[in-house]
């Protein structure tokens, strides 16, 4: 029975690449480890489920943010620790979390680094341990193809939420613990359970992975103009003073809008929808991080 597994998103790179991979476990003793790899991240939750079933101590996660999600989805509530090998896009549980982006590195953190219980959100019975958005952040998200991100990396983001600054809002209310707290139209409501986003911008400050709360922002923002006066509090950690966001926390959100919206969970988009129920699951999975890193 395995200790160690991996799964593999195939079409991402990391360093050497899967046969450094190989190489580096092999070094550290590690030359039998369960092996999946996946040409998609929908694919990546059934075998982190079954190396969950055959033993696995600590699942070794090749992808971006996306694919960690869907392995963190699959093994919530068990025993079974993730260890992230950041071989995405923007990569932002790893950088939220202190994990280094170099292979060899990653590995040891994997196989040596303190194992933190975390919080879980989820939307709509779906895990996230990021990100999860719905209005702009989605749709920047959706437009960013494989190919786009290939070519320009995380600018890819940058060049498709231009596209969208001008979409139009779209009427919401948001209840936050069964209490209302926004009513209106919105361009964009992003749930948080960590603080940083691209960039290493601190959206959040008040964000933790494991204080039992999540983290929800409304923005209002309905042309270029307001949205580059977002933008700049943004930048200066200063978003919840902006007189188009409206920040709070909790445990349990209720968002409903006037017509189906477009959502994605760490950075992959989902089908649209006209409610989106969200809550915190407080220290329902387990992550290899540095040791002794407060993230």
Excluded at 75 to 86: E, H, Q, W
Excluded at 97 to 122: I, K, N
Excluded at 172 to 197: M, Q, R, W, Y
């Amino acid at each position: 029975m395995a200790d160690v597994a991996v799964v593999a998103h195939s079409r991402k790179s990391f360093g050497g690449g899967l046969p450094e991979l190989r190489q580096v476990l092999a070094r550290e003793g590690v030359t039998d480890p369960l092996w999946y790899e996946v040409k998609k991240s929908r694919r990546a939750p059934e075998y982190a489920r079954r190396a969950a079933a055959r033993g696995a101590d600590v699942i070794f996660v090749w992808g971006g943010d996306g694919t960690v999600q869907r392995c963190i989805d699959a093994v919530a509530g068990t025993d079974t620790a993730v260890a992230i090998l950041p071989a995405g896009t923007a990569n932002l549980l790893a950088a939220n979390l202190g994990v280094p982006h170099d292979l060899a590195a990653a590995v040891q953190t994997g196989l040596y680094g303190d194992r933190r219980r975390l919080d879980t959100g989820s939307v709509n019975g779906e895990r996230f341990t990021v990100m999860a958005g719905a209005g702009f952040d989605a749709r920047m998200i959706a437009g960013a193809d494989r190919g786009t991100k290939a070519r320009l990396g995380r600018a890819a983001y940058l060049a498709t939420g231009a596209r969208n600054l001008a979409a139009r809002p779209v009427k919401a209310t948001v209840e936050v613990d069964g209490t209302p707290f926004f009513k209106g139209k919105v361009s964009c409501v992003l749930t948080a359970n960590v603080g940083k986003i691209l960039g290493g911008i601190e959206a959040f400050p008040e964000a933790r992975p494991d204080d039992g709360r999540l983290e929800i922002g409304v923005v209002t923002a309905r042309n270029p103009v307001q949205w580059a006066r977002t933008f700049a509090r943004l930048a200066r950690g200063q978003a919840a003073v902006s007189p188009f966001v409206k920040v709070t926390q909790g445990k349990k959100f209720t968002i409903r809008f006037g017509q189906k919206v477009r959502y994605e969970l760490d950075g992959g988009a989902r089908p649209a929808s006209k409610k989106l129920r969200i809550k915190v699951h407080p220290a329902s999975v387990t992550v290899c991080v540095p040791p002794g890193h407060p993230g």
